[in-house]
Every structure is written in structure tokens, then in C-alpha cells.
């Protein structure tokens, strides 16, 4: 076993980006290393560990962590550790002792030279393979809209606009507060995903609501394949539990102690430490250990539902105080609640002070400076909406503008300084349906049926019991009995060419619905209940969006409206209705979504004299609720609760209905008008900018036509992945019988995937195949990550060129090593320098392109391309060693090219935040700070940019 000691230097043979690394502790199995270059740590197990030994010869030059280049000397070894005696190039007599922890920790490497030399020799296909996986990744960290092409959703502007806006702030904290439908979980998803994928953010908490904890599970492994792992007190009860291998650890702790070794260092035991990104109910919040939840060092939380979060001066929730630390020990916050202030100052302002503290110190400044805000977003509404600015209304503009030129020409400026200056869109964006389009219209038909007999209960029994009657059958006989089955089996054959999603609160009315309407009528349905896994599920949900050969009706329990997109249907036909107006508006959201293409047809079957007419009744003629959405739902249920309650046990009393119903259109009446008196246009315009979004939505459409499936195709059949056609433009792959180990991100029992965003969404069967997706960022690493591909020999076949004729053909790499947080691959992605190189030494890359040259380059048998190298070995490395100046200066001036625009950008993003601090108190000093230290730390690291040989060819021309 290769015997290690804390402060030697060695180079992980995988990853050597990482640069040179650091002992920092060993045990009896594992290894841990330190790359300060990256800020990272790794621990190996010893007896396996992908480490090279990195030391240096006398003659060697080897550079300091100062910076120093200097000549060796002689070398000392102290117990395992060298030190080196070494001096300036042109200074010998002046010998320092340089111990090799005080070694660079970036160090250039020729491992592409070293196996060309060697005869280390990869096939023609390998290094072709691994040229198009560096321009790749090149590509790819170079996107302006990385982190926003992975996700499977459709390209709507207000969600680009908002995730684009938030994703790229340093440690966000902002109020998403669209109204319902308008998909603040995808924006949420949306920031989530670039923050990851941009390295902004690596460990990350949500808090949901308990209902909403699969939804949201699904939600981010369907859309943006994110993997999160749900906390419950039966998982931290396991977490608890120590491993047999942590049993032996202990064990061989406690024998080291007693031999008198000294005790073993102390272990963060911290459960919520465990993984990197965690979902957790509401509920659990409320019973888990808050200080070790709150010391978990999150980058990023996320709570939904936030408007649930009582809080006042006297006497905050404990809900409330719980994730007021969070907030307090969390970088980034994301609030989600589609009821911001409309419903109360002092409700809004717990939300702001859980963001911002500092800005929010008390409720009665936040109330005074909301009455001056207040005007201003008045003004911005009427500039906004007036073609033609009176006098007096300039007049006011340029009272708080009085450096700006206020008049008509400069519409788009004038608005945009108020935005800036006034606006809440650092710490708030609220979109409605105001001021975005898009949405199919509602349309509600009541079906009046006769209540039968065996439906009818005492006024004492259970609420469950009298809102659905068949919960008091053991099996489906009710099916049989029930008018509404037999009005759903002639609805369904009245409408056979129309998908109907069908909705009922519990599961066994599901599976009696299907059974009874499946297998007795022979009716062609799928079903979607809790019961099922959910694969089960998106097999059921697949079948019914097929449009062929599919179902024509999916039967739901309520879990059906939760998260699922089904806006290729039109039909909605609710069997029963919930007490919850958000759950009856989660229902319709199902179909009343951005992009259905027709109105949305809401079927009501109910019973007379029964307590579903109530609800019918409630929600219709109460609150009209099914033809428009019901942002008051909520608060008009507390209102009329006693109401609804009375005429839910006595629903054969007319009057208690009329009562209720006239009671529910006063309260609705009266909520929906201080809505709309709080609509706040400032923030409206703040919230999405039309020109931008569609400048997003052109990227994305540009950034799909770009298939990472053709350099796929490559990579499985290299790897031995199977491919099979699955239908136009989607495949099933799968571990083939020559896959010599576990593809990334590839389950053994195989995938399906697409390359069209339209498939994707249709399908939840299939994943979308972009190159942000998991599946191909592991195929990049799997091959830039080994050694195939650095070194080739091929044969050259064009009858202009003479035979014999020698080319080398080298693909240089210049990258940052940098920490992921500072995003250096903004102004400095990955990007390749490449030489083609004459016997002479000429250059020759401007005249033959590389995928010119690859059309024309053939396998060459291994035995003759050795003996070519090796024949040619002096005058190879002469030519590279010579080229290797002019290769450096052209890198140099893409990494001068990468310095100007860091320094460009950096410097505008901060003229702007110190110009907004001064006016607009919302901006953080914080993110100023961030951004001055960030730009310090690129200066230093994009300057400091590795410049390496990646890959080298060798070609010979021949027949």
C-alpha cells in the first residue's frame, strides 16, 4: 500500500484540473487531499487512490506558491517530505529550502507530449472523440444562457426573464410572488438549476408545505433533473443509526487511543450534512432540531407557501421564528407566496424582513415609506399607459428625475431609471394576468343529478362520509348505483376523440371508477393514485398524453392535481369537489395553463339536496371560482367558514344556501376589489421586461437546434451503451453486454430520451437531452477525465498530398483554475488553441479546419504507428517544444481577450449597484462587497489561466 503523510504533494490522475494537492490526513483506509488551486477537498481510499507522487529532480525547475520559478539544487527527504534547495535561474549562488508544502498549487502538465513519446498511443476515433468533447465543454460553459437550457419546460418570458434576472445575483434573497398559475415553482426551478450549474450554489434546503412535498420531489428530478433527498424523522432516525464500517471505525479509534496514538479528531455528526440538496415538509421544520438544520451551511433556501407564516411584532409564529433561522445562517433565500401584500402591510412586511432585516428593521418605516412608494408606482402606471405625457405629469416625473431628460422620446430610459431607482424587483418580482398573456379561457357545466337513495346520510355523520357518499362502500358496487358513473361512461362516449382528465379526492374512488369503467364497460382509461410508484405513474400519465394510441381519460385521485401538466386536454371533469379553494384551483391549473390551446371545458356532476350541490354552489355562484382564477380563496374560506359549515350539514335547506352564497359573493366581492387597488404596476413592469424575455426565448430555441445527440451517438458506441429508436427524434438506451462499468447517470434498466423540447414536455416518460442534462455532462467527464484520445496516429488520404508527408496536429486547452463560486468560465470558458504543424514547423490550422482534416483521416494499425513515432520521436518533440511559444501567445490573447470583458462587465455591474445604493436603499451592501472581491480574485486567476497540451495527432499521408 503506497504510504502517504500530510504535507506531501501529489496530482489526482482523474480530475487534474484540480492542480497540485495536499496531504491533509490519513487513517488506516482513507486518504484525504486538499487542492487549494480550487478550494476543494477529496478523500480516497488508500489502497486505490488515483494519485500521482509529484517530485522534483535536481536540474528541475519547479515554481513556489510565490510564484518564484527556481532551479533544484539537491533534494532532501525528511520522513517522507522533500525539500528541495533551489535557486533563480540566473542567480545560483542564491539557495533557498523550499519544502514541497510550499510548492505552487497549479501545475502544468504535457501528458499529452509524455504519451505521444511513449508510444502511449490511442486510436484515430479516441482522439477525434475527445477533440469534440473539449469543444463541447467549451460550448457549453460559454453559453450566455447557461443553467437555463437543461430544464424541461416551455420557454415562457416572464419565468426566463425572472430566473434570468434572480440566477446570476451572488447569494439571491427575493420575494417570487406571481399570481396563481403563473409557475412560481418553475421560476424557483429555473434559479435553482443555474445557480447549481453555475456553481453559485451547491448545497440547497426547500420547505414545503406537507401536501406539496412530493409534488415538488417531482417537480425538480422531472424538470431539472435535480435528485433531491426528502427529510422525515424516519430518515433522520436512520441517519442516527451508526454503519457497520463506522462501527469498525470507532473500534479501531478507540484501540489506536488505549496504544496511545491519541484520540481520533471529532466528527461532524450534524444529519443535515448528509446531502447537498434537501426537501422537507413544513411539519418537519417544525419538530427537527432547528440549530443543526440552521448550521448545515446552506447556499440556498427555498420556502414555499411563505404567505402561511404568521408573524406579529408581539407574537411571531413558531413556524415563522424557525425559518427566521434559516434565513439568518442561509446565503440566498427564495420566498414563494402568490399572495403578497395584498392581503396585509404587516403580512408583507414579515415577508421582506426574513429577506433583508437590515432594509425591513420595523413594521411603521416600512408603512410610511410604502405610502410614498405607493405614488410612485401610480406614476410608472400612468407614464406607462399614456401615449401622450401631459405637462404636469413630466412635471412629476422629473421631480424625482432630475437628472434625466423627461419627455416621450425617451419613454423606454425614463421608465427604466424609475424601475431601477424605485422599483422592488431586487427583492420582489409579482407577475399577473394583467400584464401576461396567454391563458385559455374557463368555462363551468354544472350536471344536476338525483341523489340516490343509498347515498343518504344524518346530518351527524362525518364531513367525509357526506361529501363522498361511496367512501361508505367496501368495493365498487357503488359504481354501479351511482348516477355519476353513468354520466361519465355517456360523457365519455359523446366525446371519444377528446382527452378528459378525470379528478376525485380519494384514492379508492379512483380505483373503483377505472376497474368498474376499464374492465366491465371496456372504456379505454388509465388511473393515477398515490398507491402507485412513480414509475407507475409516469407510465399512466405517458399512456394518457399519447395521442394514438393513448388513453382517452385518466382517472385521478387528488394527487392528480399536483405538479402534472395536462394542457393537451381540454375536458376536466371534476366527480367531486374539495373543500380547499387552492385545491379546486390546483385542479383546474392542470389544464389552465400558458399554451393550452383551447378554452377549458370544467364538467360538475353533482347530486340535489347533497352537500357536493353546496360546493357547486360556493365556488360558482358564491366566488366564481371555475371560470376565473381565486387568488382570495384562502381567506374567503376563513371568512365564510361557519356559513359553509351549516349549509354543508343541512343541504336541503334552501335558505342556509342562499345565505351562504350571498354572504361568499360579498366577501369575494369585497377581497377581489382590494386586490385590484393593490396592484402594483411598478412592480408589474419590474417584474418582466417583454424585449429581454424574447431575446431568452430566441437563445433557447437556438441553444435546442443544437442536439447534443449526434456527439452522443459517439460517445455510447465508443462505451458500449446500446441505442434503440423509440419513435421520431427519442430513444431507449441501455447498458450493452460490452459496457465494461456503470455509465454516469444511466440506470440499468435503461432510459428513454428526446431531443425535442415538445416531445419532453408531451412525454414525462422520456427525459429531454440537452447538454446541460446529467447524462451528457458525465459523458464529458468520463472522457476528458481519462487518458484515450491525448495521443494518436492516423492516416492522411488525399491524392494532392505527397505520401510520406508528416503533420502534427496539436489541441492545446486554456482554462482558469478557479473556485466554481467565482464563475470565471464566464469570461473564460474552456476554450481550445489549435496548431497544425508542417515538418517545417509551419502552421497550417487557418488553411485545412479540423473537421476537414477528420474526414480524411483513417485508422492506422498500432504497430506501424509506434514505429512511426519512434522514428520520428526527435523531430516530434523538436516541433512541439518549438511551437509551444507561439501556442502560449495565442492563448495569451485569449486570456488578455477574457480579462477585458471580466473587467469591463465587473466594472459596470458596479457603477450600477453604487449608483442604485445611493437611490434605491433595496440594493445590499453585500453584494457590492461581492462583487469588489470577485473581481480581485479573476483578475488574479483568469491572469493565472493553465495553458496545457490536450491532445496530439500525428498524421502521415498515404493510400
Known sequence: MTEFTPGQRWLSESETELGLGLIKEVDYRLVTVSYPAVEEERTYAKNNAPLSRITFDVGDTLTTGDGLDLVVKDVEDHNGLMVYHAHPADEPDNVQPVPESLLGHRLRLSGALDRLLTNQLSSNRWFELRVSALQARARREGSPIQGLRGPRIDLIGHQL??????????????????????????????????????????????????????????????RF????????????????????????????????????????????????????????????????????????????????????????????????RRVEQLADASRGLLLLTATPEQLGLESHFARLRLLDPDRYPDLDTFVAEQTRYREVAELVGELHDQESWPTD???????????????????????????????????????????????????????????????????????????????GFGDDRWCGEDPRVTWLERFLKEHRGDKVLVICARR???????????????????????????????????????????????????????????????????????????????????????GQSEDVRIHVPYFQGHAQEVLFHWYHQGMNAFEHTNPAGHEIRQRTGEALEAALTRPDDGALLDDLVSLTRREAGALRERLEQGRDRLLELASFDPA?????????????????????????????????????????????????????????????????????????????????????????????????????????????????????????TVEPVAPRHLQADRFLPVTTVRRLLDANGRDLSSAITHDALCRQCHKLEKPLARKIVASQKGLLEQLLKDDEQNAAGQARAVIDQALAAMRDSQDQALRRLRALRDK????????????????????ERIGDARFRLEAVRVIVAGN
Not at 406571481?178 to 453559485?200: N, P, W, Y
Request: net charge negative; proline share 5%.
Open 161 to 222: 426573464h425572472i430566473a434570468d434576472q434572480v440566477a446570476r445575483r451572488y447569494a439571491p434573497r427575493v420575494l417570487l410572488a406571481d399570481e396563481v398559475g403563473l409557475g412560481k415553482t418553475i421560476e424557483a426551478g429555473l434559479i435553482l438549476h443555474q445557480q447549481l450549474e453555475t456553481g453559485r450554489a451547491r448545497r440547497v434546503l426547500i420547505v414545503v408545505p406537507d401536501a406539496l412535498v412530493h409534488q415538488w420531489f417531482v417537480e425538480m428530478a422531472r
Open 225 to 320: 433533473n435535480l435528485r433531491f433527498s426528502i427529510f422525515d424523522e424516519e430518515r433522520l432516525s436512520a441517519l442516527s443509526r451508526p454503519s457497520v464500517d463506522e462501527v469498525k471505525e470507532m473500534l479501531a479509534d478507540l484501540f489506536a487511543e488505549a496504544e496511545g496514538e491519541g484520540a481520533a479528531p471529532e466528527v461532524d455528526d450534524n444529519p443535515f450534512l448528509s446531502e447537498q440538496l434537501v426537501l422537507c415538509s413544513t411539519a418537519f421544520l417544525q419538530g427537527c432540531d432547528i440549530d443543526s438544520l440552521a448550521a448545515a451551511d446552506w447556499d440556498l433556501v427555498i420556502v414555499d407557501e411563505a404567505h402561511h407564516l404568521h408573524w406579529s411584532p408581539e407574537a411571531p409564529s413558531e413556524a415563522y
Open 393 to 471: 405629469l413630466k412635471q412629476r416625473a422629473a421631480a424625482l428625475l432630475p437628472d434625466e431628460t423627461v419627455d416621450e422620446a425617451h419613454r423606454e430610459a425614463v421608465l427604466a431609471e424609475l424601475l431601477d431607482r424605485f422599483g422592488p424587483g431586487r427583492v420582489m418580482f409579482r407577475n399577473t394576468r394583467h400584464n401576461v398573456a396567454g391563458f385559455p379561457a374557463r368555462q363551468v357545466h354544472g350536471e344536476p343529478l338525483t341523489l340516490p337513495d343509498n347515498y343518504r346520510v344524518d346530518a351527524d355523520e362525518e364531513l367525509a362520509l357526506r361529501l363522498y357518499p361511496e367512501a
Open 508 to 594: 379508492d374512488t379512483a380505483i373503483d371508477l377505472h376497474a368498474h369503467c376499464g374492465y366491465k364497460l371496456g372504456m379505454n382509461l388509465a388511473v393515477f393514485h398515490e398507491g402507485m410508484d412513480l414509475i407507475e405513474r409516469d407510465r399512466a400519465a405517458a399512456y394518457f398524453a399519447d395521442h394514438e394510441d393513448g388513453a382517452q381519460a385518466l382517472i385521478c385521485s387528488e394527487i392528480g392535481s399536483e405538479g402534472r401538466n395536462f394542457q393537451f386536454a381540454h375536458h376536466l371533469v371534476l366527480i367531486d369537489l374539495p373543500l380547499d379553494p387552492d385545491l379546486l384551483e390546483q385542479r383546474i391549473g392542470r389544464l389552465d395553463r400558458i
Open 692 to 812: 429581454r424575455a424574447e431575446t431568452l426565448k430566441e437563445q433557447l430555441a437556438a441553444a435546442d437546434a443544437d442536439s447534443p445527440w449526434p456527439f452522443m451517438t459517439r460517445v455510447f458506441d465508443h462505451y458500449g451503451v446500446d441505442q434503440e429508436e423509440h419513435s421520431d427524434d427519442a430513444w431507449i438506451l441501455k447498458p450493452g453486454p460490452h459496457l465494461r462499468e456503470p455509465f454516469p447517470h444511466l440506470p440499468e434498466e435503461g432510459v428513454t430520451v428526446t431531443d425535442r423540447r415538445g416531445t419532453a414536455i408531451a412525454r414525462d416518460d422520456m427525459q429531454f437531452l440537452t447538454w446541460e442534462h446529467p447524462l451528457v455532462g458525465g459523458a464529458l467527464d468520463l472522457i476528458l477525465d481519462e487518458h484515450r484520445g491525448k495521443a494518436s496516429v492516423s492516416l492522411l488520404k488525399n491524392p494532392k498530398i505527397k505520401a510520406g508527408t508528416l503533420l502534427v496536429e496539436a489541441v492545446y
Open 920 to 939: 434605491n436603499p433595496l440594493v445590499r451592501e453585500e453584494e457590492i462587497t461581492y462583487l469588489e472581491r470577485q473581481t480581485e480574485a479573476l483578475e
